[in-house]
C-alpha cells in the first residue's frame, strides 16, 4: 500500500487531520495501530526486565544492598545520560531512606569512565559500586574494586565483558531483546522496575518509579538516542510528568534558560542538556547529578545558576575551537569521508560539540582531538548509517589508539599524538567501506504543504500530536508556498528572524538557526521583490505568554 493511500486509510479509521495522517503513514505505522501509537503505552511496550542478560543478577544484588542498608555507590560518566542516571538511582534510594555515595570522575584528570584508583577507594568504603552510564569497558578498575560491582552501560562493549557481578547492557553481543536503542537512564529504570518487582514478592511496597520518568525523558533525548519502540513511551510519558513541575533541578534549569513554554524534546535538547552537560565538560564534574537529584529548591537555584555560567564559558571556548577546527579541515580539504581536526590545548570539555558542529556543516562524520603535549584526547560524531562506534573498535583492536568507545553515533578515544595521521587514514578508509563518501543528496521528507492562513497554533499541536520527534523519529516538515520576506533581522550571533507573507494577506513568523553560515540564511535576509518555497517546521511558540504558531526553517528556494 502507498503511503498516500495509507493516510487515507488512517483518515477514514481515525477521523484524524490529513497531515497527521500522512505523519504516521510516512512512519509505517498501521491504520489499526494509529492510535495507540499517538499515546504509546509504557504498559504494552516495556518488555519484562528479566528477559535481559544479568538483569535478575544486578536486581537482586541491589535489593540485596539496600534491605542489609549496606554502603553503595554510584560511579556515573559525566554528561546528561550520566547525571539522570546517577539521579534516579540517588532519588530512588532516598526514597527507602537510603543515602548513596555519588562519584563523577573529572574529564581532564580522569578521563571518562572508572579508573583504578578511584574503584579502590571506594570499593574500600563501600559494598557495592553501581556504574552507570560507563563500565562495560572498564576491565581493571572493575577487578581492582574489591567489592561487589554492578554496570549499567549501553555503550558498544569489547570482545569481553568486565568480571562484575552483572552487567546488563542491551548492546551486550550476548543479548536477545531487541533494546539496543536505550540510553542508560533508560537500563536503569528497567532494573528499578524489576527491583521494584522483587519488593512486591516479598510485600515490600517500592518508591513510586512513575515520578521518575521526567530523568529517563531528559536522558533519552539529551543523549541523542533514537525515539522508537520504548524509548517513544518513556519520552512521551517522561515529557507529560516534567511538565508537573515536580523536580527542582529542572524547574531551576528551565528559569535560567528563560524556557517559559511546555516541556518538549527541542527544550531538553537544547536549553536543559547543554547546561547539564557543562559541569562535566569546563566546572564540577558532579553538578549535573546534583542538581538533578536534589530535594531542595534553594540549592537547585545555586547550582543551576554555576551550571549556566558554566555554559556561557563553554560556548565561548567552543566558538575559538570551531573557527580553528573549520580551518584546518577547509586547508585539508572536505571531500573525503572522514573530517577531522586536531589542535594544541583544546579544551577536551568542547572537542565532542565541536565535532557535531563539524558534521553538521560538512555532513561527514568528524573527529576533533584536543592535545596537550604527547597525549590527545578526541570524540567524533556520526551521521545517519555509518557505524563510527564500531569504526573506533577496530582502531583499538588494531592498535591504533590507546582508548576508545561509545555508539553507531558517537565516539571518545585518547592518541598520542604520532599516531593520529595514521588513524586517521585508517579511520578515513573504514568510513568509506561504510559509505560515508557516498552521500546523496539532502532529501527533504515533506508532510504536506500549508498556506499562511492555516499555519495555526491547532495544526501545531495537531502535528505534535504523532510526537515526540527527535532521533530516529524527525519532526516532519511542511512546505509554505510561494511567500515573501517581509522584513528579516539578525538574532543572537548568526540566527534570522523572518516573517513572511503571501498575496492574500497571510503572515508567519519563522527562524532560520545559524542561518548566516549558509547560503540560504543570507538569500533570505536580503531585501528584494522575490517569492520563494520554504521548508521547515510548524511548532507552538508560548514565547511572552501568547502562543501562536511559528515555522523552524530548514530549507529554502527561489520560486
Known sequence: MSQERLAEVIGQNTGLPGIVCRILASRNVSPDGAMSYLSPSLRELMPDPSGMRDMDLAAERFWAAVKGRERIAVFADYDVDGGSSAALLLCWLRATDLNATLYVPDRIDEGYGPNVPAMRKLGSEHDLIVCVDC????????????????????????????????????????EVLDLGYLCAAGVVFMMLVAVNRLMRQEGVSGPKLMGLLDL?????????????????????????????????????????????????????????????????????????????????????????????????????????????????????????????????????????????????????????????????????????????????????????????????????????????????????????????????????????????????????????????????????????????VIRSRIVGENHLAVTFGDIQGGRLDGIAFRALESEMGQMLAQKS???????????????????????YIEDAALS
Not at 429 to 436: F, I, K, P, R, T
Not at 529 to 551: I, M, P, T, Y
Open 216 to 484: 529517563v525523558a531528559l536522558a533519552t533525548v539529551a543523549d541523542v538516542a533514537p525515539l522508537v519502540g520504548l524509548n517513544r513511551a518513556l519520552v512521551k510519558q517522561g515529557l507529560a510528568i516534567m511538565a508537573q513541575s515536580q523536580r527542582p533541578g529542572l524547574q531551576a534549569l528551565a528559569r535560567v534558560g528563560k524556557s517559559t513554554s511546555a516541556p518538549d524534546t527541542y527544550s531538553l535538547g537544547f536549553i536543559i542538556g547543554p547546561r547539564i552537560n557543562a559541569g562535566g565538560r569546563i566546572g564540577a564534574a558532579d553538578l549535573g547529578a546534583r542538581l538533578l537529584s536534589t530535594a531542595e529548591p534553594h540549592e537547585a537555584d545555586a547550582l543551576a545558576e554555576r551550571l549556566n555560567t558554566l555554559n556561557l564559558e563553554r560556548r565561548r571556548i567552543e566558538a575559538e575551537v570551531l573557527e580553528q577546527a573549520k580551518a584546518q579541515v577547509r586547508q585539508r580539504g572536505a571531500d573525503g569521508p572522514l573530517v577531522w581536526a586536531s589542535g594544541e590545548g583544546w579544551h577536551p570539555g568542547v572537542v565532542g560539540i565541536v565535532a557535531s558542529r563539524l558534521k553538521d556543516a560538512f555532513g561527514k562524520p568528524s573527529i576533533v582531538i584536543g592535545l596537550d603535549g604527547d597525549d590527545g584526547k578526541g570524540s567524533g560524531r556520526s551521521v545517519t548509517g555509518v557505524d563510527l562506534g564500531a569504526a573506533i573498535g577496530t582502531l583499538v583492536s588494531e592498535g591504533l589508539l590507546q582508548k576508545g568507545g561509545g555508539h553507531k553515533m558517537a565516539v571518545g578515544l585518547s592518541i598520542h599524538r604520532d599516531g593520529i595521521e595514521p588513524a586517521m587514514q585508517r579511520l578515513s578508509d573504514l568510513m568509506s567501506e561504510a559509505g560515508a563518501d557516498r552521500p546523496g543528496q539532502k532529501v527533504l521528507d515533506v508532510a504536506g504543504l500549508v498556506t499562511l492562513q492555516g499555519a495555526t497554533v491547532e495544526l501545531a499541536e495537531g502535528i505534535k500530536s504523532a510526537g515526540p520527534y527527535g532521533a530516529g523519529s524527525p519532526a516532519p516538515i511542511v512546505t509554505l508556498s510561494d511567500v515573501s
Open 135 to 174: 563500565g562495560v569497558l572498564s576491565h581493571e578498575p572493575i577487578a581492582a574494586a574489591g567489592c561487589d560491582v554492578i554496570v549499567l552501560d549501553h555503550h558498544l562493549p569489547g570482545e569481553t565483558l568486565p568480571e562484575a557481578h552483572a552487567v546488563v547492557n542491551p548492546n551486550r553481543h550476548d
Open 529 to 551: 521583490q522575490n517569492r520563494f518555497h520554504v521548508a521547515g517546521r510548524l511548532e507552538r511558540d508560548d514565547w511572552g505568554g501568547r502562543s501562536k504558531a511559528k515555522f
